[in-house]
Structures are given as structure tokens and as C-alpha cells.
């Protein structure tokens, strides 16, 4: 089954701190978000169903009809697969996950229904389940391709070995994973090389790490070295900690979670930075405690 070549922002803006579970914006103040992040050129909207307890999609779908901005001017991701307890889904137990074909096909319906669109341009399975059965996966997304209903699908914090257990019935086209400063490893444990090798399109999330969030010290190492590089290249710490995962060969696309034009317009202008090969290699060391073998 023949997928859409996926056309993305290089930036992506991630909508799961816009609602419930962030900075709770009115509609208005949603539309008027999607607005500003589009004018920075950021075109791609990353979803999951689960995001503000199975809410955020449909106050998303209010504030985009209500911009009036064209669906064909912007992509939309979603993922599903978590089952998570929330007022929303009052029969689950457990936190849990779910990839049989008829939740694919119905949860999907909901997320479009929710978004007010026809189409998302990337489905992703949120997360790998033990359960998984890629017969069963390929006959549901194979179905929502030839109905038009996702452009292409992909899948979010996945191994080599996961992925490869799905391409051989289906073409993954992108993998969302955990990737920065201070969550490096995909760098070195073949996740990014799986993802070039195969063309699959790399997305990161949490592309900041832990710098504003921890004291640590790994962190410390690493907010001494930033505090050099950012009067080298007259800039800001995250445009660094953004330029250096761009710096990367297999094209990463970072998913900023932002619900701040100020943020969203530095992440836009990262792209700008060229780090010099022994600067990004000095965040490299710092992380890690040592010095590459």
C-alpha cells in the first residue's frame, strides 16, 4: 500500500500542553495560536488521542474550524494505542494498550471526528504493546489508507526490532522518539541509524531533555558548557539545545511542546545555528561524564 511522502515543518509544534493538561487556552486562545505558530512557519501539529484525558483533539478541532485556516495549509499527526484511565473512558482498569484492527479503525473515526478533518497526513501507534499483532495492525491501516482517511503511518517510541516486526507487512514512515542533550541514546543505540537506513522520518519529543527541569549532575555539566556557547552564538539556550539535535545527519524533526509564540519563534530560528563539530561533540561529553572512546 503506497503512503504519502511525508512534508513536515522542520519544527513541529506538539498541542499536548494547550489544554487540560497545560496552559487550559480557551478556544479563541487556541485559534489565535494556531495562527501565530503558522505565520513562524511552523506547519505540523503533532495529536494524541490521549492528550488532556482524551480532550485536547476536540477543543483543537474547535479552534481550527474557528481560524478559518485551510486544512491543505497544515499536517496533523495523531497517535493512539494508550488505553488511559480518565473520567473520558470509564471502563478502563488499567493503564494499558490496545492495537486490535476494530480500536485502530474506531479510535481513528473518533480522532477525526474530534479534529473536524478528513484525514490525518501521519497516524502513529503511541507505544510498542507486548500484544501487538502486525497481521492484525496491517489490515487496519491498510484500510484507512485506501479510504483516505491517514496519508501515512508510522509509529512513536519504537525499537529497530519493533519496527522491523511491522515493515515486514507494512511501511513504517516515521518514528517518534525521546531525543536530546540529556536523552542521547537513540544517537548511539541504533535507533537513529534504523531510521535512516530505512527512510523512516525522525521526530523527537521532549527535544529540550531535562535541562529545565532537573539539577542534576549531568545537567550542570551540561548548563556550563551551554553557558559558553551561548555567548559564542549570541543566543539562547534552547535554540542550542534545538540546533544541536539538528545538527544530526538522519534530518531529526524536534516536536516542541511549547504553548508560547516566544518559545515557538526561538525553536523556528535554531535553524539558523550551524554548530561547530567540536562544540556539539563538547554537549556530547558533557552529557555523557566522559570523554567518546
Partial sequence: MLQEKLQFSRIIQGVMNWGAWGAKMSTQQMAEQIEHVLNLGITTFDHAD???????EAEFGKAFKESGVNREDVQLISKLGIQYLS??????R????????????????????KL??????????HRPSPLMDPLEIKGAIERLLTEGKIKSFGVSNFTPSQVAMLEK???????????????????LNGVLDDMVTKDILPMAWSPLGSIFKEHTQQTMRVQNVLETLRAKYRTTTDQILIAWLLKHP???????????????KAA????????DIQDWFELLIA???HKVP
Avoid at 50 to 56: E, K, R, S, V
Fill in 250 to 264: 538522519s534530518g531529526i524533526h524536534p516536536v516542541i511542546g511549547t504553548s508560547k509564540v516566544s518559545h515557538a
Fill in 94 to 113: 488499567v493503564k494499558h494498550y490496545q492495537y486490535d484492527a476494530t480500536y485502530i479503525l474506531e479510535n481513528t473515526e473518533r480522532s477525526l471526528q
Fill in 87 to 92: 473520567d473520558e473512558r470509564p471502563y478502563n
Fill in 50 to 56: 490521549i492528550y488532556g484525558g482524551y480532550t485536547t
Fill in 268 to 275: 523556528v530560528k535554531a535553524q539558523e545555528i550551524n554548530l
Fill in 287 to 289: 552529557s555523557q561524564g
Fill in 169 to 187: 507487512h507494512i511501511k513504517v514512515s516515521g518514528n517518534q522518539v525521546q531525543c536530546s542533550i540529556t536523552q542521547y541514546e537513540p544517537m
Fill in 116 to 125: 473536524n478533518t478528513n484525514y490525518l497526513d501521519l497516524l502513529l501507534l
